[in-house]
């Protein structure tokens, strides 16, 4: 297979899911792929600064999400597409399934306007809803999480909060899994390293991706 495939990795803040970014990514090289490694908020100049004022200025929910939905149109159109369009596989730590869990689960924010704003933003050229071929979502217990961020940074606001928000994000991606179950693949964030990269690797060598 040589067209572009975009995958991108979900679950809350401790779940482990940016720890094999890079693994996936080696070992697509290793095939022979071409790999284009981001992230979100942020990937592009623009993005990176709406990351900033998202991850650290006090605001309501709506700006929240418009930082969010304004950064992405930016990195889909100067990063995601093109790289898909050059048949690159685009590794993704985080996208639009966060807005939703974050600021629809966490902050309780409308959950229609963020459908709107997503079909607005991920509307290109080359697809008429721009979604992942694969969302790997790294499921933890949110006391967990919280154990595994103590002490690790200085934390960011969302970070920062309580076990009760990070209940309402998962829920948030519980919602977004069970709407479009063929691109989730639920990935157990609670058992040894080798164990998750065992899921991580299986979910891509099932859609015939890597051999």
């Known amino acids: 297979m ?18 094999h970014v890079q693994g996936l990514a080696d070992a697509f090289r290793g095939q022979g792929r ?27 929910a709506l700006t929240e999400a418009l930082l969010m939905f304004a950064a992405r149109r930016d990195h889909l159109m100067l990063v995601i597409e093109p790289a898909l369009a050059r048949g690159d596989v685009v590794l993704c730590d985080r996208f639009t399934d966060a807005t939703f869990a974050y600021q629809g689960g966490g902050r309780g924010f409308d959950w ?5 704003l997503e079909r ?6 080359a697809a008429s809803l721009r979604q992942p071929d694969l ?27 309580p076990i009760e928000f990070f209940a309402q994000v ?34 891509v060598t099932d859609k015939g991706w890597l051999r």
Do not use: C, H
């Not at 284009?36 to 200025?57: F, H, M, Q, S, Y």
């Not at 519980?174 to 964030?189: L, M, T």
């Open 34 to 60: 071409a790999v284009t490694v981001t992230r979100e908020p942020g990937g592009t100049p623009l993005a990176e600064k709406l990351r900033v004022l998202a991850l650290n200025d006090p605001m309501d």
């Open 120 to 125: 607005w933003v991920q509307a290109t050229p």
């Open 170 to 203: 998962a829920a948030g991606y519980e919602r977004r899994a069970v709407a479009d179950p063929s691109r989730f693949a639920r990935i157990r964030g609670d058992q040894p390293r080798e164990s998750v990269w065992s899921d991580v690797f299986s979910a």
């Open 135 to 161: 969302t790997l979502w790294f499921e933890l217990d949110p006391a967990i999480a919280a154990q595994r961020l103590a002490g690790a940074r200085v934390p960011d606001k969302f970070e920062a909060q």
């Open 2 to 19: 040589t067209g572009g495939i975009f995958i991108s990795f979900e679950g809350i803040d401790g779940a482990g899911k940016s720890s």
């Open 112 to 116: 229609a306007v963020l459908s709107t």
